[in-house]
């Protein structure tokens, strides 16, 4: 397993498989001028052995978390969070804040429920160009088997 991220560097774990989350992560790292984000797909060993010692809340349906200052923020939290550390105009998003968390989340669970219907699925884990390679946090093997990156 790769050696934590630098202190100051949060984790953003996406569902590799979902054509949305692929796309949301591309943005992310478009939009990351900052430097404070690494990725991990959910079907990654690393995911796995991250998440195995540090347990996600009870009940959670992961399809993008992160992992900031020892602490998990699941669902419309997690997309907020990571908003806020944004370029450009995503911070502006942060203003979802004022929305109850039970109605942002109902809203995220929605969506997140129907996600491979309304926008798709690969047929295995999609990974960021070569360009994103340092941001990356997968088991080399993994990354080794994969042809162009």
């Known amino acids: 397993m790769k050696s934590p991220p630098p202190t100051g560097h949060f984790i953003i774990f996406y569902d590799g498989i979902c054509v949305l989350c692929s796309h949301a992560i591309q943005i992310v790292l478009k939009a990351d001028c900052r430097d404070r ?43 907020l969070h990571i908003c806020r550390h944004l370029c450009k105009g995503w911070p502006l998003l942060s203003i979802a804040f004022l929305i109850p968390r039970r109605i942002r989340d109902a809203i995220y669970r929605f969506i997140s429920r129907h996600r491979y219907r309304w926008f798709g699925q690969y047929n295995t884990c999609q990974l960021p160009d070569a360009r994103w390679k340092t941001k990356l946090l997968i088991d080399e093997k993994y990354l080794e088997s994969r042809a162009g990156l």
């Open 37 to 79: 984000f690494r990725i991990s797909p959910l079907q990654s060993a690393f995911a796995a052995r991250f998440i195995a010692l540090h347990p996600l809340p009870d009940d959670t349906e992961p399809s993008i978390l992160l992992w900031a200052a020892g602490k998990w923020y699941v669902y419309s939290s997690a997309i």
